[in-house]
């Protein structure tokens, strides 16, 4: 029984969590047992927990709606579970998810209660982060001249920007919950025909042009793209877009087709609106690294290490997220104005192996990962904090395709550049190793679910994206291409449905040392 006792008190003890044994039989239900996890959290010793009641976390933050919460579960003695602010023994707040349970013996007498605890404060921070970065948005689609809607599976509006409503000449509560057929009795034959696209296709649609008949009388032409967005069950929620006005025409003239729009320069809007967006969103994100980044760099003196067990480890594996959250920020924001990579040689062979611990992190356990890196590969010019970012992101993209688990193989060689790679590519699986010392090749190969042909030629399009909302934004391989593009190489797609998917980036060799 001892031993057995030693075993339990030993786990409770390993535990990541703060795990606290309070016993209701005395009064006040005083602590009884605090295991080293909740010390490590709080700041207070066991002794200096034992025979008190766990409200001494509590502080002038703490939520008074929280603590009526738990005070209701202990008096009716059933489980109970709340997220507050709680303070350690220097002060300093902390969110603390709490959860407690009651322990009865066999003829049902409350023995004790037991409580698991886990600091929250990273994952409250990182959601408030969140909210904070889609107002932000959701203002920039409100202030901006675009023309940005959303329609739900039914096909009636949920939201139009205030630039739509009063080019329109509606106000925006007109459009909620109804079609332009019931706004503009005389609405052009191209809402049937974009009413039929989505219903029937649920498949992005680009550039098509449609015409908008304003209150007073006017006609806005404009191009049209929206993409079908899924809830997390899969099922279809609605639909998202936006018109790009092309002119203002008589209600007689005739609709001029995608053809005839001036394409060179919507794309560069298109652009332009994402590096600006992605270029503020990147700064958002650099700061909360720093902060992020300098606070792990103060954790890892001397002193701060031989305070806690094994700390040097999670510091290391912070400090590596930390380093690739800069440079995805980095590469987001490639999309703003003629960034300019530090183009160098760099061992990509190295670089993999070093990534690799990250990347065990980014996959989940049902997913095998190899290396098949070809020892003659020669050194690749590049940004390697750029590469390493497209990397991820590829990686990023092998794991929501195999939901289920599946096989990452990432392979270099050192060869030409294969015939048609100049975007993306549907004939081989991987390209042949032929003879010559053009480009290194990276190739991330992986048995998900694959692309089909119209998905696998709109791959590289910024803001596609086939996930469900807030899935992805659809610019991870859109920022692999541009990068491939920016560092004289390119990137190749193979892939067939339930063939999987080979993302292949080809990189300029760096000439023999």
Same mark, same amino acid.
């Not at 003890?13 to 047992?33: L, Y």
């Not at 541009?482 to 892939?495: E, P, Q």
């Given at each position: 029984m001892d031993r057995q006792q030693t075993l339990l008190t030993t786990a409770?003890?390993?535990?990541?969590?703060?795990?606290?044994?309070?016993?209701?039989? &005395?009064?006040?239900?005083?602590?009884? @047992?605090?295991?080293?996890? @909740?010390? &490590?959290t709080t700041g207070y010793s066991e002794a200096e927990c034992?025979?008190?009641?766990? !409200? @001494? *976390?509590?502080?002038?933050?703490?939520?008074?709606? #929280?603590?009526?919460?738990?005070?209701?579960?202990? !008096?009716?003695?059933?489980?109970?579970?709340?997220?507050?602010?709680n303070y350690r023994k220097d002060g300093s707040p902390f969110w603390n998810d709490?959860?407690?349970?009651?322990? @009865?013996?066999?003829a049902g007498a409350l023995l004790a209660y037991i409580s698991v605890? /886990?600091?929250?404060?990273?994952?409250?921070?990182?959601?408030? #982060?969140?909210?904070?970065?889609? #107002?932000?948005? !959701?203002d920039f689609v409100d202030l901006s001249a675009g023309w940005f809607w959303e329609r739900g599976a039914d096909l009636r509006f949920t939201y139009v920007s205030p630039a739509l409503a009063e080019a329109c000449g509606h106000p925006g509560p007109a459009f909620i919950g109804r079609m332009e057929p019931e706004i503009d009795a005389q609405a052009f034959p191209d809402w049937a025909q974009l009413e039929s696209h989505l219903r029937e296709g649920r498949q992005p649609i680009r550039d098509f042009a449609f015409r908008i008949r304003a209150v007073d009388g006017r006609v806005h032409e404009a191009r049209l793209d929206a993409r079908p967005v899924y809830r997390d069950d899969g099922k279809l929620g609605g639909f998202r877009g936006w018109l790009a006005p092309s002119g203002v025409a008589p209600p007689d003239q005739p609709q001029r087709t995608a053809s005839d729009l001036d394409m060179t320069s919507l794309s560069s809007r298109d652009m332009a609106v994402?590096?600006? *967006?992605?270029?503020?969103?990147?700064?958002d994100i650099n700061n909360l690294l720093t902060i992020l980044h300098g606070n792990l760099q103060l954790l890892s003196l001397e002193e701060a290490v031989q305070a806690v067990p094994d700390v040097e480890d999670l510091i290391d594996c912070a400090l590596s997220a930390s380093r690739e959250g800069a440079c995805l920020a980095r590469t987001l924001s490639m999309f703003g104005a003629h960034h300019r990579l530090s183009l160098a040689p760099v061992d990509v062979n190295a670089l993999l192996t070093d990534l690799l611990g990250t990347i065990r992190l980014t996959l989940s356990t049902a997913v095998a990962i190899d290396l098949d890196l070809d020892p003659l590969a020669p050194r690749a010019v590049t940004d390697a904090a750029h590469l390493e970012a497209a990397i991820i992101n590829l990686v990023n993209n092998a794991r929501d395709a195999?939901?289920?688990?599946? /096989? *990452?193989t990432i392979t270099t060689w050192l060869g030409n550049s294969p015939a048609g790679s100049g975007g993306v590519q549907t004939g081989r699986r991987q390209p042949d190793r032929p003879q010559g010392d053009c480009y290194v090749g990276i190739a991330v190969t992986d048995t998900g679910i694959g692309m089909t042909k119209d998905v696998l030629q709109r791959a590289t399009t910024p803001l596609f994206t086939l996930?469900?909302?807030?899935?992805?934004?659809?610019l991870g391989l859109a920022?692999?291409?541009?990068?491939?593009?920016?560092?004289?190489?390119?990137?190749? *797609?193979?892939?067939?449905?339930?063939?999987?998917?080979t993302a292949t980036l080809l990189l300029p060799a760096a000439p023999p040392a």
């Open positions: 409770v003890n390993a535990s990541a969590f703060g795990i606290v044994i309070t016993d209701p039989s &005395q009064a006040g239900n005083p602590i009884v @047992f605090a295991n080293r996890a @909740f010390s &490590q034992i025979g008190r009641n766990c !409200r @001494f *976390l509590q502080g002038p933050g703490t939520d008074r709606g #929280a603590i009526r919460q738990l005070s209701e579960g202990v !008096r009716a003695r059933r489980p109970i579970r709340v997220v507050l602010r709490v959860a407690i349970s009651p322990v @009865f013996d066999d605890q /886990h600091d929250v404060t990273d994952h409250i921070a990182a959601e408030e #982060a969140v909210r904070t970065s889609e #107002a932000r948005l !959701r994402i590096g600006r *967006l992605g270029a503020g969103i990147a700064h195999m939901p289920d688990g599946g /096989h *990452l996930k469900a909302e807030g899935k992805g934004a659809g920022m692999v291409d541009r990068f491939a593009t920016a560092s004289n190489g390119r990137l190749a *797609l193979d892939s067939a449905p339930d063939r999987g998917t």
